[in-house]
């Protein structure tokens, strides 16, 4: 059997793979993706990776959680008339800006210049929780962050059912996703972390920089991360961009859109470790949760420090 027939049937199985019901209730998956260096491919991956969730029968959201330069709505050529600026201060709910794409998956945009969400007052807080709570069901929740390691990207971390940590071969990104790796395991390790590769040049070059990455964290780190496998680099992924048009769609037979097609199915086939409070409304609620304890730990440092 040839690459494309094979791929092709990956696919196909793809479109089988539907989140069953739970004995708990309807239950939503939520997948971070992060990076520490920055332009490595984060918001690119989540919205072909939410598109070809979505095209396996599953109802995606993708929240822009690149809180202060918000730009997943770019990809898909959408200009947003509200954002969560607008429910933060009351204007809209969150059902009204919820824009539904004819790809299949959801978005919520994020308010670029504005990075406040971790300072909302009780008031705000419960306001988004109660609209998330209105949204209705979604298989799947994907977070795009910003790059970095600060309390907000760590924040939307730290109650994802899956990390995804995206690298590229260059020093820089590799040394930068296990900044962040080192910043999560200080929290916990008990995440489930994965890494992918972007932009490599070969399926070697892609197995390599996911080992390295895996040994020096199971190393000095004493955690397990997960290969997800690696995505070319590939001038697809480009034009696509330029045409605010997702590679999965624009160019579903490039070698990227191959890659995307394999780690959906990975993705798709893993068990993910779920506890009672499955939905969007416990992730936000414990997303407030971390950053106001992060604000204390600070404080008493901070305090500590000056005495
Ligand atoms: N597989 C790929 N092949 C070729 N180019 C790629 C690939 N993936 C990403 N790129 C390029 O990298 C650029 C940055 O991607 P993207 O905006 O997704 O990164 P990011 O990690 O979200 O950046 P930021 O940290 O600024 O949010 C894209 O505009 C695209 O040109
Ligand atoms: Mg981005």
Known sequence: MDQATNLRKLAESNSNLRVLPSAKGPQTKIIAIASGKGGVGKTTLSVNLGISIARAGNKVLIFDG????????????????????????????????????????????GASGYSQLANLNETQRNNLIKGFSELGHYDYMIIDTGAGISSNVIGLVMPAHE????????????????????????????????????????????KKVADRVIDISGQFLEVQVEPLGFIFQDDEVERSIREQKPYILNSPNCKASACLTRITHTLLHTE????????????FKKFFGFMDNSEREYEKRALGEGS
């Open 66 to 109: 690149d809180l202060g330069l918000a730009n997943i709505n770019v990809l898909l050529g959408i200009i947003p008339k509200y954002n969560l600026y607008h429910v933060v201060k009351g204007h809209k709910s969150l059902k009204e800006i919820v824009i539904q794409t004819t790809e299949g998956v959801d978005i919520i945009a």
């Open 163 to 206: 990390v995804l940590v995206i690298t590229t071969p260059e020093p820089t990104a590799i040394t930068d996703s296990y900044g962040l790796i080192k910043s999560i395991v200080s929290q916990t390790k008990e995440k489930n972390l994965k890494i992918i590769v972007n932009r490599a040049r070969s399926a070697i070059e892609g």
């Open 272 to 283: 993910h470790k779920l506890d009672d409070d499955n939905n969007i409304t416990g992730f």
